[in-house]
């Protein structure tokens, strides 16, 4: 099982930045992918950022390209967002995403944050 505890969100005006945190822990195999995805009011979750394991495999929505990345710490199994020149539309619920292995002899789970709120306004 992997517990995801995520942090850093907040309000912050539009042109700013933030940095989201996730932290996986738990009793599992290894992890696969680690990610972000987000929620707006009134929308269904969409896709923001993955990365794989090793740091490679790095997928980015082409609505935060150029301004969001995803640094990613193997070792302490950790994986941020960085979030630059943020807009209005980028206010959501963001939620950490990991495909992990709980046994070496299991298919790949998904597993979720508890998610954070993200709020651009001036």
């Known amino acids: 099982q992997v517990h995801l505890v995520e942090s850093g969100g907040g309000l912050v005006q539009p042109g700013g930045s933030l940095r989201l945190s996730c932290a996986a822990s738990?009793?599992?195999?290894?992890?696969?992918?680690m990610g972000w995805f987000r929620q707006a009011p009134g929308k269904e979750r969409e896709f923001v950022a993955r990365?794989?394991?090793?740091?490679?495999?790095?997928h980015i929505a082409n609505s935060v390209k150029g301004r969001f990345t995803i640094p990613r710490d193997n070792a302490e199994n950790t994986v941020d967002l960085q979030m630059n020149s943020l807009k209005p539309e980028d206010t959501a619920v963001y939620y950490c995403?990991?495909?992990?292995?709980?046994?070496?002899?299991?298919?790949?789970?998904?597993?979720w944050g508890q998610g954070t709120q993200v709020t651009v306004s001036s």
């Open positions: 995403n990991v495909l992990a292995y709980p046994t070496i002899t299991s298919g790949p789970h998904e597993y």
């Open positions: 738990g009793s599992y195999f290894s992890i696969n992918t």
């Open positions: 990365i794989a394991n090793g740091g490679g495999g790095i």
